[in-house]
């Protein structure tokens, strides 16, 4: 009994502190548990992707299922992780940031435009502007897990082709981070965001476009089952993904370019570098880690998206109508008291 009563008190006070998080906060919480979520889920493939699209010799030769014994070989299952930490550490910020500020552009663009569509269009636009603010906030977190991710323990410093003559070792974040910002400065930790921010925009309005409009055709009894969840959020990834992802290998040979030998040719501009990358590497190059990208992408947007809707429901976060109703109304009871007082 006295167990009974102390559960039922426990609830009443995770229940008080739902009730009292704003709006945005529970938005922050529900996207930021998605996110990291679904990051961890999906490292090994992120792992063998990055090595694939910043074409390491010794990986981009044998493949993926050889690129995953040589890790497992020769650094242990914790190889598959490398980099890791800085992922997930970017990625909680970045997914909080991303899902709040989706649903805080979709309801500004409906208060601020109330004649306008709640189309997929409004899905695109929100979902476009809120991956460029998250992107723009979290960036040199991915570019710290992108160069922890690049190094491999045991890589021979010289190749037989000479491809390798340095690499700078980094211990860890916290190191990653002071030897950037010394050798490069801010713009150091920025490097790679032009084609990060070409990439973001179509690939996270287009993410949300097709995961809301697919949804949209789901009949309400079955709008809250996982698996219908998780195949809407797999489709929206996949087809966003492709449609973006030279972009993604642009980005991350520009993040590793200082790891790499000084005889290569420095990428600069966005467009220049794709160029430059396409001719000296093949076209193919542009496309280089697709496939894995393909096994990553649909499990990880897909839990996402899942998670997100999950978490979603336990706060009580409203529906896309109910929370503008909500806002418009707190909105005109601040005003109001504003006005008496």
């Not at 990986?59 to 800085?86: D, P, Q, V």
């Not at 570019?143 to 070792?169: F, S």
């Not at 993904?241 to 520009?254: A, G």
Request: aromatic share 10%; with cysteine.
């Amino acid at each position: 009994m006295a167990k009974q009563g102390e559960e039922r008190g426990m609830g009443m006070f995770f229940d008080g502190i739902i009730e009292s998080m704003p709006l945005f906060a529970k938005e922050l919480v529900a996207g930021g548990v998605a996110g990291g979520l679904a990051k961890t889920v999906v490292a090994p493939l992120e792992r063998v992707k990055i090595l694939f699209q910043t074409r390491r010799a010794e990986f981009h030769s044998i493949g993926l299922f050889g690129s995953f014994k040589k890790i497992a070989k020769t650094e242990g299952i914790m190889g598959f992780y490398r980099g890791n930490g800085a992922s997930v550490a970017r990625t909680i910020p970045y997914a909080a940031l991303h899902y709040m500020a989706y649903e805080q552009y979709r309801r500004w663009i409906i208060n601020s435009f109330p004649d306008i569509g709640r189309g997929p269009v409004l899905d695109l636009v929100a979902g476009s502007f809120s991956g460029g603010t998250a992107v723009l906030f979290t960036y040199h977190l991915d570019l710290v897990r992108t160069k922890l991710a690049y190094q491999v323990v045991g890589a021979p410093k010289i190749n037989v082709k000479g491809v390798v003559n340095t690499e700078q070792i980094y211990s860890g974040i916290l190191d990653c981070f002071s030897k950037t910002y010394k050798r490069s400065g801010l713009r150091g930790l920025y490097r790679g965001v032009a084609p990060s921010l070409y990439g973001i925009f179509p690939y996270a309005g287009l993410k949300f476009y097709f995961y809301v409009e697919m949804k949209r055709h789901v009949p309400d009894e079955q709008k809250k089952n996982i698996m219908v969840n998780l195949v809407c959020g797999s489709v929206a990834g996949l087809l966003g993904q492709t449609i973006t992802y030279l972009l993604d290998v642009v980005r991350r040979q520009m993040q590793v370019q200082r790891l790499l030998a000084s005889n290569s040719p420095e990428l600069k501009g966005t467009m220049e570098s794709l160029i430059m990358i396409a001719k000296n590497q093949g076209w193919k190059q542009l496309f280089s880690g697709l496939s894995i990208n393909y096994l990553k992408v649909v499990p990880s947007v897909a839990i996402g998206f899942t998670v997100y809707d999950i978490m979603k429901s336990s706060l009580r976060v409203p529906s896309h109508d109910e929370a503008v109703i909500e806002v418009v109304t707190n909105k005109r009871n601040t005003q109001t008291s504003s006005l008496h007082s």
